[in-house]
């Protein structure tokens, strides 16, 4: 069996602090790990993903997520928060066995103050 | 490149009446994949198609069925509607050419039809 638990469901950081969210999944096998976000109304959108080449996976929109095996975690960072990083960010984990083994995350809804 | 499409946008029905949606995937995509999202629930995987065969498929109620057509388009159909139904259906597509268990394909995402049953 397999699971993705995002920590926080809300996150608040002021514009140009540091952005944190947080991922951690279990797996039987080695597995693929995404992070999307979701503006309102909006569909979405792969920011990175995790395929086993590399710990550390630089995302679009200046995100990246590290990969720590010991920790079984797949954090989402940023260094400097943009007002339009608000919205919300799934955390997916995906095994072998076909589409039925991708697992999403509840989401975190990440705020900006500006 | 048009992105995933996804229509109607929003839509009413009342309980019992039965549903289709459709979605458009990118050109070249041959995956179409379709998600059901709730405030309760999250997202969850209904059913994945690829050229016109379905692959893979959540742990649905057989109320909920697909197709898929020759030009990948994809159609989702929810018969019997009950208030629970009430969500946000994403669809998605990928190239899919790697095999039914190659689950880290990017996927491209529609904006998605907002279904609400009364």
């Known amino acids: 069996a397999q699971s993705v638990t995002q920590l926080d469901s809300h996150v608040s950081v002021s514009e140009g602090t540091p952005v944190l969210l947080r991922c951690n999944y279990s797996s039987s096998y080695s597995p693929s790990l995404f992070w999307y976000v979701q503006h309102p109304n909006k569909g979405l959108q792969l920011l990175l993903k995790y395929t086993s080449a590399a710990t550390l996976v630089k995302g679009i929109n200046g995100f990246e997520a590290e990969f720590k095996k010991s920790e079984t975690s797949f954090h989402l960072t940023k260094p400097s928060a943009h007002m339009s990083d608000a919205a919300e960010y799934f955390c997916?984990?995906?095994?072998?066995?076909?589409?039925?083994?991708?697992?999403f995350g509840t989401g975190t809804k990440l705020q900006v103050i500006p | 490149k048009a992105g995933v499409t996804q229509t109607p946008r929003y839509l009413i029905k009342t309980r019992g009446q039965q549903v289709t949606l459709s979605c458009s995937p990118i050109s070249g995509h041959r995956s179409v994949s379709w998600y059901q999202q709730t405030p309760g629930q999250g997202l969850q995987f209904l059913f994945e198609y690829f050229s016109e065969t379905q692959r893979n498929k959540g742990n649905f109620p057989g109320r909920f069925s697909g197709r898929q057509f020759s030009n990948s388009r994809s159609e989702m159909n929810v018969s019997t509607l009950e208030l629970g139904d009430s969500a946000l259906y994403l669809c998605a597509s990928s190239l899919g050419g790697r095999g039914p268990n190659a689950t880290n394909e990017k996927l491209f995402f529609g904006s998605g039809t907002q279904l609400s049953v009364l």
């Open positions: 997916v984990v995906s095994g072998a066995g076909g589409y039925q083994k991708v697992t």
